[in-house]
Each structure stands twice: as structure tokens, then as C-alpha cells.
């Protein structure tokens, strides 16, 4: 049974997310059996990103009942909606139609455990990448659309590995699982926020959810009970978006970068759980995405835009006019090179990364950035210097030392693969990069099946099961590129037959 003691945890709990003055005092003093729920569902589903709808349609599929998906902002999909789109999927058909055949799941958690610094969880890892062929067809099962015939390298893979949905964004994916999820009965709520677990000593039995929530203000709507019967599935992402609790655990981060992340990824629900006894990992390992661009805010265009510019291109400090780095590093090594890049009053000194026009003048996301006015069509090495402020000697010796080594493919300089780069000339497509706060590798503790572990005991707190960017300890120092939607989708299939085996004792 529920019992005061847990209850006064929680406001302990929720202190530390600066929320306890929310919480209303005739809650946190009651008792478990003066509780009166509302309502009841088996299995909860905290959050609708690619985890979350993965999670929900999965449970719904493997027959262990009701499923009930709770979303506290206005519309479904969560980060998941408004990230780029891509999915590292070994032994994919377009890359087996390129002629990679030689790819397998081994071989991309060897990347991820070289990204990882030693810090990642292989055996997870190993689980999700096998999962990764499993990811795919549910995607192309619920009528999710990739880009013809592409499928790229991207940073710190060593095989061109990720494909990218139609129109390049998370949504072509959430909107189809969701979609599917409905036809198939599961029950979706906006607008529910997570104000407590219900807690049976060390198993969770249900939740206090504040219904008609309207995201930010927490004293919108009002409070219900909602019966967890068999599991609690925790899906919330990530804390990108918490500046205390980010300066808390990384007070090294600088504090004005910009954020990819949606304005809902604050990370409460983690505290909570963290104040019934689950373990955090990792937490103070907060990625950049380097790709970002200070010309635009949040997700934007410029992920897309760099996945030429990495690979075709270069990127050059307006300091010097050179090369700085291997464009084509993980996304820790890259940004910790841009951002030293900086005016003698410690300003940002914003490098660029520009390509050939002429080679993409139709690509969308060519298109679309210089529509938009995140990057610029400059005609000459005169033009690309003036605007940007780049000593013009050195940026022609820079582009010209470039050419020569795309002609030998080799990089003394930095070490870059140079298979894709291609020899330089006016008109270039320009664009400024600054690394972006982009994704936690830290959150809960959970076992290889998703069981959020409770940090004093070390054994799994019933019922309550984690995945996606609100776990932690998955991939270590750094978090390769395309791999958040992979491991989302496919711990959704992991998790849900956790629950079935659970219950099956």
C-alpha cells in the first residue's frame, strides 16, 4: 500500500526540479488507501515521442491489454517530431542495393562503443542494433516514406548506414505510428502531465496526472488518479530544455548555446522517478550537436544543409581562413573544435562550411536554407571573404591545399575520409555553424530489458520501465548520429516484451 512516507519523498523529489510548491498538500499527506481513481489502463505509456509511440503500439500488439499514452504538451510526438529524420539501419536496402553488403549490428555498436569512450553499454546497445532490421519494417509496415536511393555516412560511422525519412523530419515517422496506434485502439491524451507516481512500496501502481494541463503553467487544469495495472512505461526524453537542472549537473556548459530540443523536454517526470529511488547515470553528459547554425533557431534547416557540407565541403575559420578539423569526426570531437573558435573578448567567431552550388541547385536542402536565409549563394573567393570576414589569401591557399587532396583522397591534416569530397570552385552555398545543446546520454538506470533500477537496492523497481533519451548510461561520452531514433523504436519492441515476460512470471 501506498503510505505517507513515499508521498513526503516525492516532495523532496520534486523540489529538486523547483516544482514542490505545486504540489497540493492534501496529496502529499494522504494516505494509499484514501485514494480514488479515476480511471484505469494496463499499461502507461509518459510521453508520445519515436519511444513512446513505439512503446504503446508494441504493448497494444503483444496483447497485454489496454494502453493508455499520456502527452503534457498540445501535440503528439514530442522531440521526436521536429528532429531530422534519420535512422542508422545496418544492412538497410538502399545501402545492400549500394553494394554494402559487409555491414552488420556488430559492426555499428563497435562505432558507437569508439564514440562511447569506454562509457557505453555495449550489451544495450547490442540489443537495440539488433533490432535495428525489426525498426525498419515497422516503419514501412505503418506507411512511413524514405527518400529514394538514399542512405549516407554520417559522423563517426564507418559505413554510409543512415537512411532519411521523405521530407527530412521526425514527424513522417511519429505521425505514421500514431496514426497506426489509433486504428489499433490505443488511447492518446494531450495535455496530461505527470504530478506524482503512485507507489506501493518499491512497485508502481499508478499515477497523479494533471489533466487539461496547458504547458507551462503547472496550476492549469486539475489532478486525477490514473491505475496502472500492469506496467509504467517511461518515455519522456530528455532535460535539454531544464537550464537549472543543465547548469546543475554540467555547470561547464556554456549557458547561452541555443537549444534543438522541443520546449517540453525539461525532464520532471526524471525527477520524479529519481525521488522514488531510481538511479541516475550519467546526467552530466550533455551533447552539442556541432551542426547547428546561429541564423536560425532550434532544430532548423541546418543538420540537413551540413549533410553535404560535412561530406563535399570544408569548414573554415573566419579567424584564419583555415581548416580547423575533420569535418567528418563525432559530433563531441567536432564541436569541441568550433567552439574554440572564438574573438579575443571570447565571443563566438563563427567558422563556415561551404560546398559547390552547381553540384546541388535544386536539393531541398539547398533550397530551403537559402530561402530562408540561414546560408547564402556567393559567386567568388571575393565575395565568400567580404561577407564573412576571412582573410582572402589564406582562404584561396585553404581551398586550393583542399583540391589537392581530394585528388589524392588523403587528409594529412586531419586524418578526414575523403571518398565523398569534391574539388572546389566558386559559386559556393555558405553557411555558419555553432554547436546546439542537443541530446542527454544521461537519465535512469535500466536493466538490458528496460527495468528502471532502483539505486539503493540495485534490483528493478516494479512495474516501472524506461526508454530512449530518458534513460542514461546507453551511449556513453557521445551519442552517434542517427541513432536516437533507432534506439527509441526499437527498445518500444524491447520494452514491450519485457512487460510480457513479466507478467508471465
Not at 491524451?189 to 489533466?211: A, C, N, P, S
Not at 571518398?419 to 535512469?444: I, N
Request: hydrophobic share 40%; glycine share 12%; aromatic share 6%.
Amino acid at each position: 500500500m501506498q503510505n505517507r512516507r513515499n508521498f513526503l519523498k516525492l516532495g523532496a523529489g520534486a523540489a529538486l526540479g523547483g516544482l514542490a510548491s505545486t504540489m497540493p498538500g492534501t496529496v502529499m499527506a494522504s494516505e494509499c488507501g484514501e485514494i480514488k481513481w479515476n480511471e484505469s489502463a494496463d499499461v502507461i505509456v509518459v510521453g508520445s515521442g519515436f519511444a513512446g509511440l513505439s512503446a504503446a503500439l508494441n504493448a497494444k500488439r503483444s496483447g497485454v491489454g489496454s494502453v493508455l499514452v499520456l502527452e503534457k504538451m498540445q501535440v503528439i510526438g514530442g522531440n521526436s517530431a521536429i528532429n531530422g529524420g534519420w535512422l542508422a539501419i545496418p544492412k538497410n536496402p538502399i545501402q545492400l542495393a549500394q553494394g554494402i553488403a559487409d555491414d552488420s549490428p556488430a559492426e555499428l555498436v563497435s562505432d558507437q562503443m569508439i564514440s562511447g569512450r569506454g562509457m557505453a553499454n555495449e550489451a544495450i546497445l547490442s540489443n537495440i542494433a539488433n533490432h535495428a532490421l525489426d525498426v525498419y519494417q515497422l516503419c514501412i509496415e505503418t506507411g512511413v516514406k524514405f527518400r529514394e536511393g538514399f542512405n549516407i555516412q554520417v559522423g563517426g560511422h564507418n559505413k554510409a548506414r543512415a537512411i532519411r525519412t521523405q521530407h527530412g523530419t521526425g514527424g513522417d515517422i511519429t505521425t505514421k505510428l500514431y496514426e497506426t496506434g489509433v486504428k489499433e485502439g490505443i488511447d492518446y491524451r494531450l495535455q496530461h502531465y505527470i504530478e506524482d507516481f503512485i507507489m506501493d512500496g518499491q512497485e508502481i501502481i499508478g499515477l497523479k496526472v494533471r489533466q487539461n494541463y496547458r504547458f507551462p503553467d503547472l496550476t492549469t487544469g486539475k489532478s486525477i488518479f490514473i491505475k496502472a495495472n500492469k506496467a509504467v512505461v517511461l518515455a519522456n526524453g530528455g532535460f535539454a530544455r531544464n537550464m537549472e537542472l543543465r547548469a546543475a549537473v554540467d555547470p561547464s556548459l556554456d549557458p547561452s548555446l541555443d537549444c534543438t530540443n522541443a520546449l517540453g523536454a525539461t525532464g520532471e517526470v526524471t525527477l520524479t522517478a529519481m525521488a522514488q529511488g531510481a538511479l541516475p547515470v550519467h546526467m552530466s553528459m550533455i551533447q552539442t550537436g556541432h551542426w547547428g547554425s546561429p541564423d536560425e533557431g532550434g532544430f532548423g534547416w541546418s543538420n540537413a544543409l551540413l549533410s553535404i557540407g560535412w561530406h563535399e565541403g570544408i569548414s573554415v575559420s573566419v579567424l584564419n581562413g583555415k581548416r580547423y578539423m575533420n569535418e567528418r569526426a563525432d559530433r563531441k570531437t567536432c564541436s569541441a573544435a568550433i567552439m574554440k573558435n572564438r574573438y579575443q573578448d571570447g565571443s563566438p567567431a563563427y567558422p563556415v562550411v561551404f560546398f559547390n552550388h552547381k553540384d546541388h541547385p535544386d536539393d531541398d536542402r539547398v533550397v530551403r536554407a537559402l530561402r530562408d536565409e540561414m546560408a547564402w549563394k556567393v559567386d567568388s573567393f571575393e565575395q565568400l571573404a567580404g561577407k564573412f570576414n576571412i582573410p582572402l589569401t589564406q582562404l584561396k591557399q585553404t581551398v586550393k591545399e583542399f583540391n589537392a587532396q581530394v585528388s589524392t583522397r588523403q587528409d594529412p591534416l586531419f586524418g578526414r575520409k575523403m571518398d565523398t569530397a569534391v574539388e572546389l570552385k566558386p559559386p559556393f552555398v555558405v553557411s555558419r555553424v555553432w554547436p546546439k545543446v542537443h541530446y542527454c546520454m544521461g537519465g535512469l538506470k535500466t536493466d538490458i530489458g528496460a527495468r528502471v533500477i532502483d539505486g539503493r537496492s540495485m534490483k528493478p523497481i516494479k512495474k516501472l520501465y524506461a526508454i530512449g533519451e530518458v534513460t542514461g548510461g546507453v551511449h556513453g561520452e557521445a551519442r552517434l548520429s542517427s541513432t536516437s531514433c533507432l534506439e527509441c523504436m526499437a527498445m518500444g519492441i524491447v520494452v514491450s516484451e519485457t512487460i510480457k515476460s513479466d507478467l508471465q512470471g
